[in-house]
């Protein structure tokens, strides 16, 4: 099992970036695939981007592309959104994730999930 914990969510006016982080213990994190998903208020869970372990293949949701980057540094055991041209449709709180093999942009694919944190973005 591996025990995660987001952080760098906040607030932030439209058009600005915030880079959220990831930092995983336990389960060898490095051997896991990870994802960052998100959660408006009254809206279902869905993906923004996801990694494999080595840090080579990444995808990412629809409303992620163009905008968001993810990466991974394996000697720290975190995985970083960088998040750039923020809207107000942006504010949710973000989830970061962990499955072993491959990484999938589907929620029920993962088995394991931070608590999360609020991203708000101001119009």
């Known amino acids: 099992q591996v025990q995660l914990v987001e952080s760098g969510g906040g607030w932030v006016e439209a058009g600005g970036s915030l880079t959220l982080t990831c930092t995983a213990s336990g389960q060898t994190a490095s051997t896991l695939a990870m994802g960052w998903f998100r959660q408006a208020p009254g809206k279902e869970r869905e993906p923004a981007a996801a990694?494999?372990?080595?840090?080579?293949?990444?995808m990412y949701g629809d409303s992620a592309k163009g905008r968001f980057t993810i990466s991974r540094d394996n000697a720290k055991n975190t995985v970083s959104l960088q998040m750039d041209a923020l809207t107000p449709d942006d504010t949710a709180v973000y989830y970061c994730a962990a499955r072993l093999y491959k990484p999938t942009l589907n929620v029920i694919d993962y088995a394991d999930w931070g608590r999360g944190t609020q991203v708000t973005v101001s119009s």
């Open positions: 990694i494999d372990y080595t840090g080579r293949n990444v």
